[in-house]
């Protein structure tokens, strides 16, 4: 029997989310705080009674001996995309094995714990454990693959797979301005909150009600819904920008958030969305009209709807949001993308953001849908 | 403050104005269409149904829409509270907000109106 329960206090939380930081080895598609109390540490010793194989997250299922009897405890994991990255199964563990679990517990007093170590007390063995995947760029940089037209492709153009992922930023901020935040938007001082973007009096406090929550309340954790926005293009599980030049239109599908895809119109229509007009609607993800200048794709999109956390960390938005956004593929293994935010219903004045990606070649698009283990 | 829901609903449902879930609406908080009552209100009936919109400066909307048409002339929200004071027609509300974070947030506070006040309760639809 062991089961030994230490609530630590701020300082260990603390020195958890710098670890996060440093080592960038967690890298759940929504924030672990949301869920988990990163001040309420916890240990556990028990035996494997049901792995649980799906997303968005991976769970083992364990028997811990209590004075009183036994109780059955939730472990919560990565995502078995990320998992599977880190050389881990399904079978991994096997129902009887016997585990130690260093984690924290959950916020709402159930009996579930997020693992930040996990390992078979047999061998010493640390298992599903999880690294930066980042593949290795090359010795020398590449030039951009084009079409025979001499158009940038911003895709493979070959038949061959790729996406892109690994953001240099992963949350929303300003050009020029650095304040420290975790990987999923947090910040590490609620008092940089401002600094952030120019957001309006109400937007500005909206954003720390938010991040004082530990963004629980965040539409793509509550609800499964797809990132929105710039966010497209600052989650862990990349993107794909597939062009149908034939048609005049460019896909963008996520990785995560089910799988959904935007269109980017390069046909010169305007955002007046179907052929009957319903402009009058906003929707999810906006509406894109784009245009080449040089070797950048320029895309005006608007008509957005209000559904939606529009950053990592809670940057609010309204429907009154339009921006510009610029893809520019400098190699084969770097896209720079530029925003312009415009949204005078949130913020004081226009800004801008920007960050780069880099490019996943020979793979396939992870297939993450997060409704998967939500009944 | 005691308000009838199931009168609230009944109200809504017949209104056609009611749905099975809120819409997400995660911009500022007081925009979208509120349902709910004004508890004591024997001039407008103790239904209370309220449109409010944010042009980025200014909350503008109206009251029972349809039959009252009560507009708002002058609204403000004041974030480090997260209350807010309505002026439409005769009537002054004062309020505050409940589960922000949610898409069916409420706001509750009282109602005045000439020697006429009371409590009110409305709820994001």
């Known amino acids: ?375 | 403050m005691r308000i009838s829901f199931t009168k609230i609903a009944v109200t809504a449902m017949a209104a056609g104005l009611i749905t099975l879930s809120a819409s997400g609406q995660e911009g500022h908080p007081a925009k979208g269409s509120w349902i709910g009552e004004w508890e004591g209100n024997t001039i407008n009936g103790e239904s209370l149904l309220m449109i409010m919109n944010w042009d980025g400066e200014n909350i503008s909307g109206i009251i029972n829409p349809g039959t009252d048409n009560i507009e708002i002339s002058d609204a403000s929200l004041n974030p480090d509270n997260w209350s807010i004071r309505i002026e439409a027609g005769s009537y002054v509300l004062e309020g505050e907000f409940a589960r922000l974070e949610l898409p069916n947030r409420s706001i509750s506070g009282t109602w005045r109106n000439g020697n006429s006040s009371g409590d009110f309760e409305i709820v994001r639809q």
């Open chain 1, 1 to 375: 029997m062991k089961l030994s329960k230490k609530l630590t206090g701020i300082s260990a939380g603390v020195a958890c989310s710098i670890l996060l930081l440093q080592s960038g080895a967690t890298l759940a598609h929504h924030p672990i705080q949301a869920k988990f109390d990163p001040d309420a540490s916890i240990s556990l010793t028990g035996v494997v009674t049901y792995v649980d194989w799906r997303n968005p997250h991976a769970h083992i299922f364990m028997n811990v001996q209590t004075g009183n009897g036994v109780e059955n405890w939730a472990v919560e994991l990565e995502s078995p995309i990320i998992l599977k990255l880190n050389g881990w199964s399904s079978e991994t563990l096997q129902p009887g094995d016997m585990i130690a679990v260093d984690g924290i517990t959950a916020r709402n007093g159930t009996r579930q714990v997020w693992s930040e170590n996990l390992t078979l007390t047999g061998t010493g063995r640390e298992v599903y454990s999880v690294a930066d995947t980042r593949p290795p760029l090359p010795l020398a940089k590449r030039p951009a693959p084009r079409w025979p037209d001499g158009q940038v492709a911003l895709g493979a153009n070959d038949g061959s797979d790729g996406y892109w992922s690994y953001p240099s930023e992963i949350a929303l901020v300003e050009d020029g301005v650095s304040v420290e935040m975790d990987e999923y938007g947090m910040l590490a001082d609620i008092n940089d909150a401002s600094r952030v973007a120019p957001m309006q009096d109400w937007a500005l406090e909206l954003y720390k009600n938010r991040q004082s929550r530990s963004l629980q309340d965040d539409p793509v954790f509550l609800n499964c819904k797809p990132p929105g926005g710039p966010r497209q293009y600052q989650s862990v599980l990349g993107f794909q920008l597939i062009e149908d030049r034939a048609n005049q239109r460019i896909f963008v599908t996520f990785g995560s958030g089910n799988h959904n895809f935007r269109i980017i119109y390069l046909d010169g229509r305007e955002q007046t969305g179907l052929v009957t007009g319903d402009d009058d609607n906003p929707l999810y993800f906006g509406r894109s009209s784009a245009h080449w200048e040089g070797d950048t794709l320029v895309v005006d999109t608007r008509g957005f709807n209000e559904d939606f956390w529009f950053s990592n960390g809670g940057l609010p938005h309204t429907d009154l949001l339009s921006m510009e956004e610029r893809f520019t593929r400098e190699d084969a293994d770097t896209l720079r993308y530029e925003v312009s935010i415009d949204d005078p219903g949130a913020y004081t004045r226009s800004w801008n953001a920007s960050w780069t990606m880099q490019w996943v070649g020979g793979e396939e698009l992870p297939i993450h849908f997060c409704q998967n283990n939500r009944q």
